[in-house]
């Protein structure tokens, strides 16, 4: 299971499961959505953009670098690996 962090950001109290080193379950954020660590940009919106055609570097640029090349590319592989351990197991016909 993931530890619960405890941070002090420009005064306030951020409290985050970490995922990765960028994407985080943050307590109060997002109703606790997977987050980039620091913002309350939702990964599934951007794995929703890259879906959808959108070039990573416009995104980057989107974000105005708040969410480094980096984070996206840990975040799709945090899904997919995800995706891969959940599939069912296969039964021979």
Same mark, same amino acid.
């Given at each position: =299971?993931?530890? %619960? =962090?405890?941070?002090?950001?420009?005064?306030?109290?951020?409290?985050?499961?970490? %995922?990765? #080193?960028?994407?985080?379950?943050?307590?109060?954020?997002? @109703?606790?959505?997977?987050?980039? #660590?620091? &913002?309350?940009?939702?990964?599934?919106? &951007? %794995?929703?953009?890259?879906?959808? @055609?959108?070039?990573?570097?416009?995104?980057?640029?989107?974000?105005?670098?708040?969410?480094? *090349?980096?984070?996206?590319?840990?975040?799709?592989? *945090?899904?997919?690996?995800?995706?891969?351990?959940? %599939?069912?197991? *296969? #039964?021979?016909?």
């Amino acid at each position: =299971m993931y530890e %619960l =962090m405890t941070e002090v950001i420009n005064g306030e109290v951020y409290r985050y499961y970490p %995922l990765g #080193k960028y994407v985080v379950r943050a307590v109060d954020v997002c @109703g606790g959505r997977p987050t980039f #660590k620091y &913002t309350r940009i939702e990964i599934a919106g &951007t %794995l929703e953009r890259i879906a959808s @055609g959108e070039d990573i570097d416009s995104i980057v640029t989107g974000y105005r670098n708040r969410v480094p *090349l980096e984070a996206i590319t840990e975040a799709v592989s *945090l899904v997919t690996s995800h995706f891969i351990q959940t %599939l069912p197991e *296969l #039964k021979a016909a």
